[in-house]
């Protein structure tokens, strides 16, 4: 139980495109939603919460007009990156936390985009 | 401030060697202390949650516990396939389920 699926699972674009990240909760419903990036052999790093029907909450310094985040419904949240660069390059992950009153956040497996 | 700091930064240890990661923390009101394991390339699996003073708990080689300022993942008997980062998480209450990772502890397990 608690299976969280990200698409894709890597993704090439060149600089000044948009790319659309999907994150899906597929056994339970996600009523919080959360987007990180990691960077190689750092920890990861809180970009923004979202919950269903609701803007997302973003950390201080991400800027909320490059990095969309929307949350449909109960099972799916999307984060679109807009016109990337090359220092967008990174790791995506979300995690998810369900309906049933427990805390834990369960991570989807990770997005890796490259700018070029 | 909310901090989450990890040691060490990386072990390696033998096939069968025991021994201990640790998770200091200073969190205004702890709703919950969280373990995962981060495969390369991977995102982080959940392991436990820890929720007060003196609660234990553990899966296979694994062994969590918690005390009011720190966490040890104790790993017995580890085999390679243990290899992996270990993070630590905590979650404040009023945190809006916000987690506070720490940098982690890259395992090696040789055999």
């Known amino acids: 139980g608690a299976v969280v699926s990200q698409h894709p699972s890597w993704v090439i674009c060149k600089s000044g495109t948009s790319v659309k990240i999907e994150c899906r909760s597929l056994?339970?419903?996600?009523?919080?939603m959360f987007w990180y990036r990691q960077f190689p052999k750092q920890s990861l790093m809180l970009m923004a919460t979202?919950?269903?029907?609701?803007?997302?909450?973003?950390e201080q310094g991400v800027e909320k007009d490059k990095f969309l985040i929307n949350h449909a419904s109960l099972t799916l949240s999307t984060l679109t990156v807009t016109s990337a660069h090359p220092e967008d390059s990174s790791f995506y992950i979300c995690s998810a936390t369900g309906t049933s009153g427990r805390y834990e956040q369960y991570f989807g497996p990770g997005t890796r985009l490259t700018v070029t | 401030e909310d901090q989450v700091t990890q040691s060490p930064e990386a072990l390696r240890l033998q096939e069968g060697e025991s021994s201990s990661l640790n998770c200091s923390y200073t969190v205004s009101g702890l709703r919950g202390l969280f373990w995962y394991r981060q495969d390369p390339g991977k995102g982080p699996e959940f392991l436990f949650t820890?929720?007060?003073a003196g609660e234990e708990k553990e899966k296979e080689r694994l062994k969590a516990t918690l005390t009011k300022k720190e966490s040890f993942l104790h790993i017995t008997a580890p085999k390679p396939e243990d290899s992996a980062t270990y993070l630590c998480?905590?979650?404040?209450?009023?945190?809006?389920?916000?987690?506070?990772f720490g940098a982690g502890t890259r395992l090696a397990v040789h055999p």
């Open positions: 056994d339970f419903q996600a009523t919080t």
């Open positions: 998480a905590v979650q404040a209450a009023g945190g809006y389920n916000k987690l506070i």
């Open positions: 820890l929720y007060s």
């Open positions: 979202s919950n269903e029907g609701s803007k997302a909450t973003y």
